[in-house]
């Protein structure tokens, strides 16, 4: 099978090539490990090892989530958060904003996909508490919720944890699917990823549903095995879910993220939402680093797939032979 597929909504393309197409298992390799040499500064104990904490969630006995800034921040509160262009062309600024660690649990083994649901939930109602509080700051353009797992998916500590970027500029990933998603409404009073996901529903890519939310892999996916998880209702932030909803794209994201631990696979878990003032389509991406990128896909930006999103779906089912 060779197709070439535009994403729904913006002009980004990728090329499905399932000739060159591997069975699940065959993705399964020795990846680097992380080196721990030295005390672990997220474990219980080693506290005074991170910055002054910004919050945690107890039960009692001790932390179980616990926020800090980042010891080696990419961006911070210092200077100013205006860009300004000099001679046309060199336009530049401040790295203004605030850089953040979210450490999932105190127990140094435990993996991501070891949380209960539960944990879950409780660690996604942190990120809607530190977005809403950063978008506080005068001059924050975009907060970015972002997990890295595995060396090739840019972890440098085994010890799950989250961050958080708030930074001075909406970044063009977001900017390009806002702009596609109000051009849409301007012309069809309505949001195109809610059309998405009912046709999606019924398709070949579906992976699970709950009450609240939709699991499927995007029909112009970019990566081998990528997920996207999207609210059932038109949702534009994380605080705005209530409760149940919450622990509803917990359930998914612990299922997905759980399925493709079979493959020892690295991988990145990011938030889009709104920025303030902006429409979209709340979502969580799960996108797995399993192959590296050539010459094509970097001078074109066009990607070669070896995965088609059907055939992805059909793992995540579990359908997946091999």
Same mark, same amino acid.
Not at 244 to 251: I, P
């Given at each position: 099978m060779h197709e070439l597929r535009k994403d729904y909504i913006f002009s980004r393309w990728v090329i499905v090539n399932t000739e060159r197409a591997k069975r699940p298992k065959d993705f399964i390799k020795q990846h680097p490990k *992380? %080196? #721990?040499?030295g005390p672990c500064p997220f474990c219980p104990g080693n506290e005074s090892l991170t910055p002054p904490e910004i919050a945690r969630i107890s039960d009692g006995k001790g932390w179980q989530i616990r926020v800090f800034p980042n010891k080696f921040p990419a961006v911070t509160l210092k200077g100013s958060s205006d860009l300004k262009t000099r001679d046309s062309y060199f336009t530049s600024g401040d790295a203004f904003g605030q850089h953040e660690v979210i450490v999932e649990t105190p127990n140094h083994r435990e993996k991501f996909t070891g949380l209960s649901v539960e944990r879950i939930a409780q660690l996604l109602q942190m990120f809607a508490t530190r977005i809403e509080a950063l978008y506080k700051i005068p001059g924050i353009k975009y907060v970015s919720v972002f997990k890295n797992h595995g060396l090739e998916a840019g972890t440098s500590l085994s010890h799950e944890?989250?961050? *958080? *970027? +708030?930074? %001075?500029?909406? =970044? %063009? %990933?977001v900017l390009r699917e806002v702009k596609a998603i109000e051009a849409?409404?301007?012309k069809h009073r309505k949001c195109p990823y809610c059309e998405v996901i009912e046709i999606e529903k019924k398709g070949p890519r579906r992976i699970a549903e709950n009450k609240s939310f939709? +699991?499927?892999t995007p029909y112009a996916s970019i990566f081998e095995f990528e997920a996207g998880i999207f609210p059932k209702r038109h949702v534009a932030r994380l605080s705005k879910l209530d409760e &149940? #909803?919450?622990?509803?794209? +917990? &359930?998914l994201i612990k299922k997905v993220v759980g399925k493709l631990s079979e493959l020892d696979a690295p991988y990145n878990m990011y938030l889009h939402e709104a920025p303030p003032g902006r429409k979209h389509h709340l979502h969580v991406k799960i996108v =797995?680093?399993? *192959?590296?990128?050539?010459g094509f896909e970097h001078c074109t930006g066009c990607i070669i797939n070896t995965v088609s999103p059907e055939q992805a779906a059909e793992f995540y089912r579990s359908e997946a032979k091999g």
């Open positions: *992380i %080196n #721990e040499s944890h989250t961050q *958080i *970027i +708030a930074y %001075n500029k909406l =970044p %063009n %990933n849409h409404y301007r939709f +699991a499927f &149940e #909803e919450m622990r509803d794209l +917990a &359930e =797995p680093r399993l *192959i590296t990128w050539g």
